[in-house]
């Protein structure tokens, strides 16, 4: 069964620094990985798609980089704002039908500033 | 363009009520699914649908029943309220497999 794993649950940082969110998932047979933004009593916002066959993704101050082989992404946050605080989710879909997705709980992120 | 809608936004239930959360798309999704939000469990999959008249069980689909009569409506139905139903529940909807994720705004369930 796969199991995805974020760290840190929670990260405090000044504004303006870059930072570098963690996840990671136990069975590399994916079909792609996504990262999600929630705001408190929101719903959830697709910030980023990686296929299995890419490496990375870019969109504005973020990028998402991919390493199924050790089974392991990253969340770029390049100059971060205030309005960047929220909780941070990735999801890893089954190589067999990618919009079956398993997430793990999450990065609250808080900007200060 | 109104994505993914849910209602409604809140509910409260008496334990042995049903009841249906609505979930409808305007982007002419072919996939959908329904999740629940729990602390500390992360998002669970209920139940999924690939197109119209197909559905699927997801991680836990125990006390949870769907179906999928048109592209547009996928709703949930509650059979007999039970306190561990009390979640956050989201419909989320995609193009086709493998593609972005949009998820509705959520509907918050109380189950006394």
């Known amino acids: 069964k796969q199991e995805v794993t974020q760290i840190p649950a929670a990260l405090s940082v000044p504004e303006g620094e870059n930072l570098v969110l963690n996840c990671s998932f136990t069975?590399?047979?994916?079909?792609?990985l996504q990262w999600f933004r929630q705001d408190p009593g929101k719903g959830l916002t697709s910030l980023l798609l990686?296929?299995?066959?890419?490496r990375e993704q870019t969109s504005g101050r973020l990028n998402a980089s991919l390493d199924k082989s050790s089974g392991r992404s990253t969340l770029y946050i390049a100059a971060s704002q205030p309005g960047d605080s929220a909780t941070y989710l990735c999801?890893?879909?089954?190589?067999?039908?990618?919009?079956?997705?398993?997430f793990g709980e999450g990065t609250q992120l808080t900007v200060n500033p | 363009n109104a994505g993914v809608t849910q209602t409604p936004k809140f509910q409260v239930l008496k334990t042995g009520q049903s009841m249906t959360l609505q979930c409808a798309q305007d982007m002419n999704h072919e996939y959908m699914s329904w999740y629940r939000q729990d602390p500390g469990m992360g998002l669970r999959l209920i139940h999924y649908?690939?197109?119209?008249?197909?559905?699927d069980q997801g991680e836990v689909p125990n006390g949870y029943n769907v179906s999928r009569s048109t592209t547009e409506d996928f709703p949930l139905r509650l059979l007999s309220a039970a306190p561990s139903q009390t979640s956050v529940y989201f419909c989320?909807?995609?193009?086709?497999?493998?593609?972005?994720?949009?998820f509705g705004e959520g509907s918050r369930l109380t189950v006394l």
């Open positions: 999801a890893v879909g089954e190589e067999t039908s990618g919009s079956r997705l398993t």
């Open positions: 069975d590399s047979a994916i079909y792609n």
């Open positions: 649908s690939v197109g119209a008249g197909i559905t």
């Open positions: 989320a909807s995609s193009y086709n497999r493998g593609w972005e994720l949009f």
């Open positions: 990686i296929q299995s066959s890419q």
